[in-house]
């Protein structure tokens, strides 16, 4: 209890909306562990496997369907479990990954049953792959909708929780600036765990090592002098696309 016998604040939520089962390990799986070692809860609402688009080597193996569905599963909940986070699928089909009403309107309930502080989705561009943009698009959407009394469904309206876009697998062709860099080194081991849980995605360990070292070398650059920063230092890279409301410059 907190003084007065008052009840104990809820702990903050953090909400992940990704288009496929493995983005939010790449993308913010920093974030996430960070949260997660605070005491947040986190939840990662996955709109689909990846099943078609993002599993090359089961496809080459001879896999079915259904049985690529179940290994991303797998690999995606052993994944939340390294970083401390809740993991919901919403089974939508990628490649393409269509937005509907009833997707829109489940994301919807997940915002209210949540009620998220802070949410991480993917920028709103991405020439290589249009299944990011669409979750881009309906993550906001839901957030905006949430937040209408008038809109119909299960639980209370939210606030407007901020929004941070995670950075793409070819930022220079998104239009991806690094506008928040967040230091993640304290829990960049295990990252680097849940990463390796996603084995139909072992081209991606290294590259995503290397861009934590990048951003590191960018976070230390633009940290000033004297914050003691290790030449380990890992970071991710984010970029808002609504302003940040604040009573200091800082």
Sequence with gaps: MTPGNAPAPPPRSTLVVTAHAGDFVWRAGGAVALAAARGEKVTLACLTFGERGESAAAWREGRTLEEIKAIRRDEAERAAAVLGAEVLFFDAGDYP????????DRLVAVYRATRPDVVLTHPAEDPYNGDHPAAHRMALEARVLAQAVGYPGEGDVIGAPPVFLFEPHQPEMSGFRPEVLLDI?????????????????????????????????????????????????????????????????A
């Excluded at 990954?97 to 829109?104: I, K, M, Q, R, Y």
């Excluded at 070292?213 to 230092?233: E, K, M, S, W």
């Excluded at 991710?236 to 696309?241: K, L, S, V, W």
């Design 97 to 104: 990954l269509v937005p509907t009403a009833e997707l829109t």
């Design 185 to 249: 080194t304290e829990v960049w081991e295990t990252k680097r765990a849940a990463m390796e849980c996603l084995v139909a995605q072992r081209h991606l360990w290294s590259y995503y090592t290397d861009l934590a070292v990048r951003r590191g070398v960018q976070l230390r650059r633009n940290a000033g002098p004297n914050l003691g920063l290790a030449h380990t230092t890992k970071a991710e890279a984010f970029m808002r696309p609504f302003p940040q409301i604040t009573k200091e410059l």
